[in-house]
């Protein structure tokens, strides 16, 4: 069993505060987690049948019998019972009582913040990070694993990717959507998935998917919203702050696991991958996944943009640390070019909060810097990146 790099942060969660939870997708490992982590804690699945009606009928009495707490899995089934649980927590004023796990981020985080302010810490899990990935084998191909995707059960259980991705679909992202919103046009939703995967990494445009499938623009946002909700899909922020020059303020889209978006796409192959005209924006995909784990990870949210003015200048990312921002290219390519820091030089030019280093993260061999930037392949070295928020490292490069 593959330890989780969120181990940590979930243990020093729970001598701080009495209640812990743990967001993420279905299948992504939150149970084992858990479970591996709290051996002694009795442990209730709030989707079983039986569970969820004694819950129910009798919430006080439920809660009750947990006199040292609880694992409660899938908790936004019962949302109800996180009202209880502030009553218990605040009476014992013990740490790590609770572990909490949800599926359905919107609702949950709501009901939360109305019961648990100040009483829980959030963690996010998402699949397996190339860290964990490397427990299985040391070395990873960019396009086996943009195909394979990072999800748990696929490489411990070694199961075939298609089988997996297909039930995945029908069990989870279109039983969770139908959970959330009144979903008729089952057929159309499947076609705007496969739309959605078609535009990994392009600005969203609502019009334009909207024209695609032959719904409103109003039951695409919706549709997205619910996407988001159920982790199937992230957005990326356009940054705009005191920049002056016109600017894109729209949104990017990323799928939260890579595998899913290639099975969605008919690519079945590493070989497929590499051909497809896509593979921009899945390695682009990939690597943003990689950067937002490391850091959910160490239980810190991402804070990371894209920016891209009228003119076509863009930079792929942008992470904020400590109020400075690090520009990132993310290059699909084997072999470097000076246009690539094209976009990083630019945007150096219109903020005086960039700082003075940056990366290009690209497919290649070599590891060099050019110009102050940092050029590596992130999934041969993931030392490099940590190594670049070193404190030393940032205040080397804040200006």
Not at 376 to 397: G, I, R, V, W
Request: proline share 4%.
């Amino acid at each position: 069993m593959i330890k989780r790099a969120i181990s940590e942060e979930l243990l020093d969660c729970c001598t701080e505060y009495p209640v812990v939870t743990v967001f993420g997708p279905r299948q992504s490992g939150k149970t084992v987690l858990v479970q591996e982590n709290f051996p002694d804690k009795p442990y209730y699945l709030l989707e079983d049948p039986d569970t969820r009606q004694a819950a129910e009928m009798d919430p006080r009495g439920f809660l009750g019998q947990m006199k040292e707490g609880a694992i409660l899995d899938e908790i936004q089934r019962i949302p109800v019972l996180l009202s209880y649980i502030q009553g218990i927590v605040d009476k014992a004023r013990q740490p790590g009582m609770f572990i909490l796990t949800g599926s359905h981020q919107p609702d949950l985080h709501k009901a939360i913040s109305q019961s648990l302010a100040g009483r829980t810490a959030l963690l996010t899990l998402l699949p397996f990070s190339l860290e964990e990935l490397q427990q299985f084998q040391t070395e990873w191909d960019a396009y086996d694993l943009i195909v394979k995707g990072a999800f748990p059960r696929l490489h411990e259980k070694n199961l075939k990717t298609e089988r997996f991705f297909n039930g995945y679909l029908q069990t989870y992202v279109e039983r969770d959507v139908r959970a959330l919103i009144n979903l008729k046009e089952l057929n159309r939703f499947q076609q705007f998935l496969t739309l959605l995967a078609g535009r990994i990494g392009q600005v969203i445009n609502y019009t334009s998917l909207s024209n695609d499938t032959g719904v409103s623009a109003t039951t695409i946002k919706n549709w997205i919203s619910v996407l988001k909700a159920s982790y199937v899909v992230f957005e990326l922020s356009p940054f705009f702050e005191n920049i002056r020059k016109r600017v894109v303020k729209s949104p990017k889209l990323y799928f939260t696991d890579t595998g899913l978006a290639a099975f969605l796409l008919g690519i079945r192959t590493a070989e497929q991958a590499a051909r497809d005209p896509l593979r921009g924006g899945l390695y682009e995909n990939l690597i943003i996944l990689e950067i937002i784990k490391y850091r959910h990870n160490m239980g810190r949210r991402p804070d990371i943009y894209f920016f891209r003015d009228t003119h076509g200048s863009e930079v792929d990312l942008l992470i904020r640390e400590q109020g400075k921002l690090f520009p990132v290219e993310i290059k699909s390519s084997a072999t470097f070019s000076n246009s690539f820091l094209k976009g990083i030089e630019r945007f150096r030019s219109l903020t005086s909060n960039c700082r003075a280093d940056g990366a290009v993260l690209y497919n290649g061999d070599q590891q060099f810097q050019v110009k102050n930037v940092h050029i590596f392949n992130l999934l041969k070295d993931q030392t490099e990146l940590k190594s670049l928020f070193s404190p030393a490292t940032q205040e080397l490069y804040q200006n």
